[in-house]
């Protein structure tokens, strides 16, 4: 027997919620990264908006592979572990699409092929617990509590602006 879940728009509008608040706090990890390290602003991803959406979508695979409720000490090694292969593997599948290289961590410490890094994968680690004992908590409780209008209105903007955005920039990047 399937047992299937009603999508509705309270559902619809948490995951739009996180998506683009994890973009937001990866766009956020990005420019203070390069501010602290080059001492300058430089808006870091692939849209216009400052979203970066590998963000939101490693959380959401985090979220897909560890559904169950995990110790922090757990969540962190294994979010640590997949966020390492998932940007990895990202690195190579960008770069294969755009024919350029998005991200480096040549001279980093403990640089994992100049794609990744064991810096950077304690910090996707962190962020990793807060999202599973931040966000997502955080994102259920405002789907409940909002009225059904607004989840929907946010969720239609949301997704109309930043499927706009990415369809433009996919485009730039495309033409190089």
């Known amino acids: 027997m399937v047992i299937t879940k009603k999508i509705t728009s309270r559902t619809v509008f948490r995951y739009v919620f996180e998506f683009v608040a994890a973009g937001f706090v990866g766009w956020i990890y990005e420019v203070v990264t390069v501010w602290v390290l080059l001492h300058r602003f430089e808006n870091r991803g692939i849209l216009h908006l400052p979203i970066v959406p590998i963000y939101a979508?490693?959380?959401?695979?985090?979220?897909?592979?560890?559904?169950?409720?995990?110790?922090?000490?757990?969540?962190?090694?294994a979010s640590f572990a997949i966020t390492t292969v998932f940007e990895l593997g990202a690195s190579y599948l960008l770069e294969f699409i755009f024919h350029k290289q998005f991200w480096t961590y040549k001279g980093w410490a403990f640089s994992i092929l100049d794609r990744s890094s064991?810096?950077?994968?304690?910090?996707?680690?962190?962020?990793?617990v807060a999202y599973f004992y931040g966000l997502h908590p955080l994102s259920g409780k405002l789907g409940e509590k909002l009225p059904k209008g607004f989840c929907t209105a946010f969720s239609v903007a949301a997704i109309a602006v930043i499927g706009a955005d990415f369809v433009i920039s996919v485009c730039q990047n495309l033409k190089g």
Do not use: D, E, Q, Y
Request: aromatic share 10%.
């Open 118 to 128: 064991g810096v950077s994968s304690t910090i996707f680690g962190i962020m990793a």
């Open 57 to 77: 979508v490693g959380a959401f695979l985090l979220l897909a592979l560890l559904r169950k409720r995990l110790n922090p000490i757990v969540l962190f090694a």
